[in-house]
Nanobody, 117 residues
Framework: QVQLVESGGGMVQPGGSLRLTCAAS????????MYWYRQAPGKERLLIAT?????????YYADFVKGRFTASRNTADNTLSLQMTSLKPDDTAVYYC?????????WGQGTQVTVSS
């Protein structure tokens, strides 16, 4: 079955960096668009990055993370990554990876990122 497992979250000071990873299994990882979302407390879940399979590591970003976040996939070990730099308190959220397969959305459990001094 499809499984997505995020890791790498934590607490970081403003201006710092974190790298999130999503381990994917149960589907043809190199065939599907993959997504990173985030959800801050009391707010809706927002799309922050779309990673397309072709060209490899082609990605599109929400304006509020463009230039600070870089998403990529590694087909050798079926992992999705999100490198986050210049983090701000507004980036505090639970971060999720996602894939849409045959009309069904699959989500990981999420990983908490807290940006605070």
């Amino acid at each position: 079955q499809v499984q997505l497992v995020e890791s790498g979250g934590g607490m970081v000071q403003p201006g710092g960096s974190l790298r999130l990873t999503c381990a994917a299994s149960g589907f043809a990882f190199n065939k599907f668009d993959m997504y990173w979302y985030r959800q801050a407390p009391g707010k809706e879940r927002l799309l922050i990055a779309t990673i397309i399979p072709d060209p490899p590591n082609g990605a599109y970003y929400a304006d509020f993370v463009k230039g600070r976040f870089t998403a990529s996939r590694n087909t050798a070990d079926n992992t999705l990554s999100l490198q986050m730099t210049s983090l701000k308190p507004d980036d505090t959220a639970v971060y999720y990876c996602n894939v849409l397969i045959a009309g069904t959305n699959y989500w990981g459990q999420g990983t908490q990122v807290t940006v605070s001094s």
